[in-house]
């Protein structure tokens, strides 16, 4: 209550009421113990009186002046908002009510830009995906007419060299079959099956099925999991999926060889999974790209898979999320909803 206005508004109320009464007491005790004529004593109470009740209206000014200031900043800050955008904040100099609004109005600016932000990805996501829709439907059409020349000219025709053609053609309309059917993955809403879950089976799984290309590559895949870690409610399949395009990410950041550490930490509510590699890292200019869709820095993919994968966990009430630092590694944190009943692998 120290800091409060109404504290304060109280206090100088009182200050205000008793002051006059102190002093005209003060006036009119010194007059009875003191011989003055009539007229002095008017002159003394007049005087007395004029005194205090400018000082009384000095300081009710200047209290209101030190109440209203930090209201007509706030309003001020509230006018600047739309012209200065999401990044106007307000100093915070008390800690009374006007301290607890302006505190209050700089975390609704946070979450209003963090609002804009998301609304304008998803807007961003939305048009990729039409986008890549209509591409991948009009790439089809003229690619199954290609595959299907491949092959009657395969079966109706002999040559080394005809054959090495064909090999060529086929192999690239297989690998842009496989791009199309990625963007139409994209395009297509996701319905998840949203069940609990045991997360560490899941992890286990994921890990067992691309240890042989870990050490193919000379990368050490290890698991670093608590032994009570929960169940998730998640859709198993689609989160395996994410699983194995962070790792298969991990891979492509390691240059000849490292280790992809998959780990995992738990609270009241959620469970994170991490994916940690020991890698090139992410420039600090391409962070906020990460998960837009088609941006990739490398030589290989559509650049889809960490887009679809955010599309995914997001899908499924979770989120997934980066930490980065150039020349030391990634860490990817795959947040997922706690299930607060036991799950049996």
């Given amino acids: 209550m120290g800091g409060s206005i109404l504290y304060r ?7 205000l009421t008793a002051l006059p009464t102190i002093i005209f007491g003060t006036a009119v005790f010194y007059v009875n113990i003191n011989v003055i004529d009539i007229a002095g004593k008017r002159m003394l109470i007049f005087l007395v009186m004029l005194g205090t009740f400018t000082s009384v209206l000095i300081f009710g000014l200047g209290l209101i002046v030190r109440l209203i200031q930090p209201i007509l900043g706030l309003k001020e800050s509230v006018d600047r908002l739309v012209d200065e955008g999401l990044n106007k904040r307000i100093r915070v100099t008390s800690n009374d009510e006007i301290g607890e609004l302006s505190n209050a109005f700089n975390e609704m600016v ?5 609002a804009v932000k998301e609304k304008e990805r998803l807007y961003r996501l939305a048009a990729t995906g039409e986008l890549a829709a209509t591409l991948a439907h009009e790439i089809k059409n003229p690619l199954n007419a290609i595959s299907g020349a491949a092959v009657y000219i395969d ?4 040559g080394i060299l005809i054959k090495e053609f064909i090999k060529i053609i086929t192999d690239e309309v ?6 199309t059917g990625t963007l139409l993955g994209f395009a297509k809403p996701i319905y998840p099956q949203i069940e609990p879950n045991d997360i560490t089976a899941l992890i286990h799984e994921t890990v067992l099925l691309l240890d042989k290309e870990a050490q193919e590559q000379n990368i050490v895949l290890e698991e670093q999991l608590p032994d009570d870690l929960p169940g998730v409610l998640c859709d198993y399949n689609q989160i ?3 699983l194995i395009n962070l790792i298969i990410n991990g891979f492509d950041a390691i240059d000849s060889s490292g280790t992809i550490t998959i780990s995992a930490r738990h609270s009241v509510d959620t469970v994170d999974v991490l994916v940690s590699d020991n890698g090139s890292g992410i420039a600090p200019e391409n962070m906020k790209n990460i998960f837009n869709p088609f941006f990739t820095t490398k030589t290989r993919g559509t650049g889809l898979g960490l887009a679809i994968s955010q599309k995914i966990a997001r899908g499924q009430n979770g989120d997934l999320r980066v930490e980065s630092t150039l020349g030391e590694g990634t860490k990817f944190i795959l947040t997922l909803p706690h299930c607060k009943e036991t799950v049996h692998s």
């Fill in 9 to 15: 508004a109280l206090t100088a109320f009182s200050l």
């Fill in 174 to 179: 297989s690998r842009i079959d496989k791009l």
């Fill in 155 to 158: 079966k109706n025709h002999d």
């Fill in 110 to 114: 946070v979450k209003l830009s963090g």
């Fill in 240 to 242: 395996k999926q994410v």
